[in-house]
């Protein structure tokens, strides 16, 4: 696709006609069956049906999806129509059970859905996972209305397939302002820290997401895909449910923030994604993770609130040991 020109500070991820012929070698069709390190920290440019055949099997430690939900949504090439609900769990359980062959008896997977798709996606995911938790996050962009309650939520259900699993609680940590900080008898902070940048401490995650920003045009993370989620978002997930050098799949991958969310956090992955050009975005995202490892809103190893860049930029010096012994 030929590179457009943009408004002054539009940040929003592009490739050239040039760039496009290379990106697409990196590509994978199969048309085999195949070992898992044939498939490791690729882009796999196929529909999801015609690619599981050949996958092989218990390969992932984590997996993520964010499936089309049950509205009408045109993805560059496919187009996606709203359906009544008992179709829309038979779409929903045609690759979920296929997903199940793929996953490591200690493996966890993330499902994506919105306040339609919500409760059909936990119907069929409790036929084959056991389910930890559902997560709601606010989705801080979108419109209002005049006849409803604007739509600023989505729900991602935590599914595992055994009570063994990983979850790594220090590794996700928020860090946010005390708005009325309280002091012990001896007039010292409890349970947080003053610094130059302000008054903040460490908290356990929940599982409501109030920090999350959307990808918009300034950001260097954005694309042209739809429905892409922040890369912030895969961090939690990722760094919760994996472990370095793990594989974390992605069955719809979109532009890639999956993917290339475990490269920058020293997971592997694999990827499968059927719109090419949403594939040769993916990997140009991935060439560019080579060089900025960085994840907006993620720093010192720990989640900030949104609208806090100025004061992650004043805490240059990171975090001091005894910080991350407080907790809720």
Not at 265 to 289: P, Q, W
Request: contains cysteine.
């Amino acid at each position: 696709m030929q590179e457009k020109k943009t408004a002054p500070g539009n940040r929003t991820l592009t490739f050239s006609v040039e760039e496009e012929k290379r990106l697409l070698s990196n590509l994978l069709k199969l048309n085999e069956k195949v070992s898992p390190g044939y498939i490791l920290n690729k882009t796999i440019n196929q529909d999801f049906f015609d690619a599981v055949k050949y996958l092989p099997d218990k390969f992932a430690d984590l997996v993520f999806v964010d499936p089309p939900y049950n509205l009408y949504k045109e993805f560059n090439s496919m187009k996606f129509k709203q359906t009544d609900d008992e179709s829309y769990e038979e779409y929903l359980e045609s690759w979920l059970k296929e997903i199940v062959r793929l996953m490591k008896p200690e493996a966890s997977i993330y499902i994506c859905g919105d306040w339609r798709s919500s409760s059909a996606i936990y119907r069929v995911a409790k036929k084959y996972f056991q389910i930890q938790n559902r997560i709601t996050w606010e989705r801080e962009k979108g419109r209002g209305a005049k006849s409803n309650w604007k739509n600023c939520i989505e729900d991602i259900w935590f599914c595992t397939l055994s009570k063994n699993y990983t979850f790594n609680i220090e590794a996700v940590k928020l860090k946010k302002r005390v708005i009325a900080p309280y002091k012990d008898e001896n007039r010292k902070p409890k349970d947080w820290n003053e610094t130059a940048s302000g008054n903040y401490r460490i908290t356990h995650p929940s599982n409501i997401w109030t920090d999350i920003s959307i990808p918009f045009w300034s950001m260097p993370e954005n694309t042209s895909h739809p429905t892409q989620k922040p890369e912030k978002l895969l961090a939690k997930i990722i760094l919760a449910s994996s472990n370095p050098g793990d594989v974390v799949f992605d069955p719809f991958l979109g532009s890639g923030t999956t993917s290339v969310v475990a490269k920058k956090l020293k997971r592997n992955y694999v990827g499968i994604e059927m719109d090419t050009h949403f594939s040769c975005l993916a990997e140009k995202r991935l060439e560019l993770a080579e060089h900025d490892k960085s994840i907006q809103g993620y720093s010192a190893g720990v989640f900030w609130e949104r609208n806090t860049l100025a004061e992650q930029m004043k805490d240059k010096t990171g975090l001091t040991e005894n910080l991350f012994d407080l907790t809720d």
